[in-house]
């Protein structure tokens, strides 16, 4: 089941509408850190380099040429920085898109059934900042690691495939249940889900790869949780869920 549905969202990511959404993404997190990045180097030179120049000793003319290698080794820095941020940058910018991706992938692989029920604003935007706090705590946890030789492949897969088949699970969850009964059938296939995660764990541990994360897992989740729907209403021979159109 959880290879099934792996496999589904990979083809996903070949699909017009996955292509257009990555594009976006990434246009956008590129320019947001763009212009971090002048901002950045503006508040460096306005306010950090005259610091630094009471400190240089007489140097005799050499002041234009140290406050220029000082102003290109700056901003080399600060690329370097911004550079580590676009794969938890792109989770930010893609969690506006990823009710689209549900949707898209509903309507097209589910036609007879009815389409999920977007998330609200407010819950949209708290699940974008948890979505993107996951990833940044999941990119802290695997440098930290990389001091701990023979534990550190096994703590980032152990600690993000939980964390990231949790939130994307829920995610897909959501669409169809209130929010308390999309977390009791997420505990209810809590092994199922953290095997999921552990999947979108691997995408996030490959370069470059890892900025389709967001896409791919929430593919992922939403074949993931039509499957455990259709499972247990087979089971219990009633239908799968619905949207949950009341207010949450």
């Known amino acids: 089941m959880v290879i099934e549905s792996a496999r589904r969202s990979l083809i996903n990511l070949f699909a017009s509408q996955t292509r257009s959404v990555f594009w976006k993404v ?3 997190t590129l320019l947001i850190l763009a212009a971090l990045w002048f901002v950045l180097r503006e508040l460096f030179m306005t306010y950090a380099m005259p610091y630094l120049t009471q400190w240089l000793p007489d140097l005799a003319g050499w002041e234009g040429w140290v406050v220029f290698v000082a102003a290109i080794l700056a901003g080399l820095g600060l690329a370097l920085a911004l550079a580590l941020l676009i794969a938890p940058s792109t989770a930010l910018v893609a969690g506006f898109f990823l009710d689209d991706i549900a949707e898209d992938i509903e309507r097209r692989a589910y036609p007879d059934d009815p389409v999920g029920q977007p998330l609200p604003l407010g819950e949209a935007i708290a699940g974008t900042i948890k979505f993107f ?3 940044v705590l999941g990119n802290l946890i ?3 690691l990389l001091l701990l030789p023979g534990v550190n492949l096994v703590a980032f897969f152990l600690v993000n495939g939980y964390l990231l088949g ?3 699970f829920e995610f897909a969850a959501m669409r169809y249940r209130q929010p308390h009964e999309a977390r009791l059938f997420r505990a209810r296939h809590s092994g199922t889900v953290f095997l999921a995660g552990m999947l979108v764990a691997a995408f996030l541990a490959v370069p470059i790869l890892n900025l389709l994360t967001p896409l791919f897992a929430a593919g992922l989740m939403v074949h993931l949780h039509k499957a455990l729907s259709a ?3 087979g089971r219990l021979g009633r239908p799968p869920a619905q949207p949950a159109f009341p207010t949450r």
Do not use: K, T
């Open 26 to 28: 990434i246009g956008l």
């Open 133 to 135: 706090g996951i990833v």
């Open 142 to 144: 695997a440098l930290l």
């Open 166 to 168: 949790r939130e994307y």
């Open 231 to 233: 499972r247990d209403a």
